[in-house]
């Protein structure tokens, strides 16, 4: 930084960097990194449903605090870079050796924040004129030599609490001393502003009543452990007279009364007899003894215990009174800072006596004050701000070692299952019917179908749920009615969450999006080659909404241009007001459209009503069209990410823009050229494929025509449909032919190894539904399959409509040919075609 004032600035901004940076890292609950821009988020019906994107409310009262002590600055003239390049200042030197000092002085500041020994630990919050951001003076130096000085004998009256700093030592303080916090403080607050400076609080009778209380704790220690001493003692000298008489009295009982007549050798065993009784009885004592001293230690250890819980609770209430007395110390600040104002504007010094020098001296004075006041309130939000994180911190690894810790019980548990299966299938059987494998594997079946029970509220964020009933799109995961199909979704499910979470470049992706719309914040998005790649990768959940916005926009700006304002709204209007050959139509597709997803699984879903609107509005823009069975499927997924009138033009784009004319109309003649023309690309691109197809006479477009029809809804994976669809909607329908391509690429091996036609057909009809690699799809897409050049399409699209042509008008020739002669045979005049019967 060039000045000091630069120098504030910066620091400022850092801080207000980091502050935000970490409360990011509080919103976000799950893996997927969230956007820092929530104003981009979607727009459709997903915007609904994504509590897991939702950011958490930041601590109110340290944003209170944050804004009181928060200090206006602006930089100067150059910043960042600019002022990087400049040449250096004559007082660089000077600047960087405060800089150095200040940073030092802030990491001896928070060193009390760190973890460590609590009872040897100190937080001081230093207040006095220890760092000097401006250059001292000589005679500034001698000043503060002899304030040294003066602070030097004062520490040494006061046992080392200087009156400059606010120490909070609860290590050593009786647990009967002690008091909360918050009483001395709520206390304090009712005494007047000069008693209650917490530097006289903690100078003062304080400090006396903590050494009184000390002295008085200790030598109660040291009496109480010589009275234990002595007790023990005492308790030992008991017990070896006790021994003593015992061993006397028996001794002349068996003198007096067993000795007579008694063999030598009988003697001699019964006094080793007696000695090992009496050998037992002292090891019993001994292992008495030290089972006593082991639950004393065991009820030292417990008090230990309770002693640091209680230390932690003084310790957490200590910096919760450090943000009080900060936060009161700011407001008297700030009082103070409006009398001196008041006051020196109301002193009107006479400047006849005031010589230059005394006015320099005033200003030197002025700014040095300034400068400690501005590295005060820097330092004071520093101190609330770290507090604030590292218990955000704290409360993050509590809830991580908490999840852990239910998914290694899980893990458990599943090891278990799957140990016992194992088990049971070594084992041999003679029956099948009474294997216990099989009622293993029926009872593991059952536990993975099982639905997950409900949970606490609080206790729901340990389960770790894989496998939701629903995905961010609403689409359902796992299907209710076959338990096989549901065991097989699940585990596509779960195979699609394993991709996810294995894919390292998710976050590189978020990241270079987020830079790419950051450069864009103060310009208009434009085509270009880095956009491209960047929707080709896949756009973002969070962007998609507006990224879609854009690219229709992109297309349709000249019909825009022509319509009248609210052309939509109009359209709507007219279609509800008067009768509509598609109206019928539109309402028996509605419930049929996507009833695998939520927002259109009933008649009262937000999506139905949203999408019976812009199909009417659609069909009296088109009345050549009106309505055609696939339109309901593309404005679906379009109102998932934008809105009616987004949508409509969404579907305006596909029909007259991107797709040839005659794509949806009656005959379909546009889908038909398609198919042709990616019998051409077959051949070409995958020749091993289409010959193999030729071999077995499979007609492989009764499946693809219904990919270009509606772009491969309710055909691949969603993951893998709205990436098709980012691409979709930037470049147009060639992406429909690579990506249809791209499917066969995938699985051409699996293709090649069937031999029959009816196990190829049979797996066209689901395969798509098993490719899950969005990655490796896109590849083989925008990488395996190039040279891929939209004029080759546009070439072969007109030679294909041309022969189309010409055959159904030999067909439209033949039906004719057929009327006459059914005119003309009374045997044939009685037969009806179809088209007859429905008309």
């Not at 004071?380 to 809830?399: H, P, T, W």
């Not at 299907?479 to 195979?495: C, F, G, N, Q």
Request: a negative charge; aromatic letters at 8%.
């Amino acid at each position: 930084a060039a000045t000091r004032q630069d120098m504030t600035y910066w620091l400022q901004e850092l801080q207000q960097k980091r502050w935000e940076y970490c409360n990011n890292l509080d919103a976000a609950k799950r893996d997927s990194r969230t956007s820092p821009t929530p104003s981009d988020f979607s727009k459709g019906l997903v915007a609904k449903d994504n509590p897991d994107l939702s950011i958490l409310s930041q601590n109110a009262s340290a944003e209170r605090a944050r804004n009181i002590l928060a200090v206006e600055t602006s930089p100067t003239d150059l910043v960042g870079e600019q002022a990087a390049s400049q040449p250096a200042p004559v007082q660089a030197s000077a600047i960087n050796f405060s800089l150095k000092q200040w940073s030092t002085e802030i990491k001896n500041s928070m060193s009390s924040l760190r973890k460590g020994n609590n009872e040897n630990r100190k937080s001081v919050f230093y207040t006095t004129e220890e760092w000097e951001l401006l250059d001292p003076t000589p005679k500034d130096l001698e000043d503060s030599m002899a304030l040294e000085e003066k602070r030097k004998h004062l520490a040494e009256g006061n046992k080392g609490l200087t009156s400059t700093a606010f120490p909070f030592d609860f290590g050593r303080i009786p647990h009967k001393a002690r008091r909360p916090l918050k009483d001395m403080i709520g206390s304090s607050k009712n005494r007047t502003s000069s008693d209650s400076s917490p530097t006289e609080w903690c100078s003062g009778n304080g400090n006396r009543l903590v050494s009184e209380l000390q002295l008085k704790y200790q030598s109660q220690q040291e009496e109480l452990e010589k009275l234990k001493k002595d007790l023990l003692s005492q308790k030992e000298l008991v017990r070896l007279l006790q021994q003593t008489v015992r061993s006397s009295q028996y001794d002349k009982y068996f003198a007096s009364h067993l000795c007579e007549g008694v063999p030598k050798d009988t003697l001699e065993l019964l006094h080793q007899k007696d000695d090992q009784i009496l050998g037992l009885n002292n090891q019993l004592e001994k292992l008495n003894l030290e089972k006593d001293s082991l639950q004393q230690e065991v009820k030292n250890l417990k008090c230990k215990v309770g002693e640091l819980n209680e230390r932690l609770g003084m310790l957490m209430e200590t910096i919760q009174a450090k943000d009080e007395v900060i936060m009161k110390l700011s407001r008297q600040l700030s009082e103070c800072e409006d009398s001196t104002s008041s006051q020196s504007g109301a002193i009107n010094f006479p400047t006849a006596t005031c010589t230059n020098k005394e006015l320099q001296e005033l200003d030197r004075l002025k700014d040095n004050l300034q400068g400690y006041k501005t590295q005060n309130k820097f330092l004071n939000k520093e101190i609330l701000e770290l507090s604030a994180l590292r218990r955000n911190a704290e409360a993050r690894e509590r809830e991580w070692q908490a999840k852990y810790t239910s998914l290694e019980a899980k893990l458990c548990q599943i090891e278990s299952k799957y140990l016992i299966l194992l088990q049971e299938m070594k084992t041999p059987v003679c029956s099948e019917d009474q294997s216990p494998a099989r009622e293993v594997i029926t009872q593991l079946l059952e536990d993975a179908l099982k639905a997950e029970p409900s949970e606490q509220p609080e206790q729901a964020f340990l389960k770790p749920h894989l496998v939701s009933e629903y995905d961010i799109y609403g689409f359902q995961t796992v299907p209710e009615d076959d338990d096989e199909e549901k065991l097989v979704a699940k585990s596509r499910a779960l195979d699609l969450r394993s991709l996810s979470l294995s894919e390292n470049r998710e976050i590189s992706t978020g990241v270079k999006w987020e830079n790419y719309l950051a450069s864009t914040m103060n310009r208009e998005m434009m085509r270009c080659v880095e956009l491209k790649n960047l929707i080709r990768s896949g756009i973002p959940h969070e962007h998609r909404s507006k990224m879609w916005k854009w690219c229709v926009s992109l297309h349709v700006k000249k019909f825009k241009d022509s319509t009248v304002p609210g052309y939509f709204q109009t359209l709507l209007q007219k279609a509800l007001e008067k009768p509509n050959p598609a109206s019928k139509q539109i309402e028996l597709d509605l419930l049929r459209t996507l009833p695998n997803n939520k927002h259109y699984s009933s008649p009262t879903s937000e999506g139905i009503q949203k999408l019976r609107n812009v199909l009417l509005a659609f069909s009296w823009r088109n009345p050549d069209i009106g309505y055609c069975q696939g339109l309901n499927r593309l404005v679906a997924i379009a109102l998932l990410y934008l809105e009616q009138e987004d949508a409509f033009w969404c579907l305006v784009t596909i029909v007259e823009v991107f797709m040839p004319r005659d794509y949806y109309t009656k005959t379909l003649l546009g889908s038909q050229v398609d198919q042709r023309v990616f019998k051409d690309l077959m051949s070409e691109k995958l020749p091993r494929l289409h010959a193999h197809f030729e071999q077995y006479k499979v007609d492989y477009t009764l499946i693809t025509f219904n990919w270009f029809l509606v772009v491969f809804v309710d055909s691949v994976v969603s993951d893998i449909l709205f990436k098709i669809w980012d691409s979709f909607l930037y470049e147009g329908p060639k992406v429909i032919f690579r990506f249809a391509l791209a499917l066969f690429k995938y699985k051409e091996e699996e293709i090649l190894k069937l031999q029959d036609s009816m196990s190829i057909f049979k797996y066209l009809r689901y395969f798509t539904r098993t490719v899950l690699d969005a990655r490796k799809l896109t590849a083989i897409a925008f990488g395996d399959l190039n040279p891929f050049p939209l004029r080759q399409i546009r070439n072969r699209r007109t030679y294909h409509l041309e022969k189309v042509r010409l055959e159904l008008t030999e067909l439209e020739a033949i039906r004719e040919d057929f009327l006459r002669e059914r005119e003309t045979c009374v045997e044939k005049r009685d037969l009806i075609s179809d088209d007859e019967e429905d008309s």
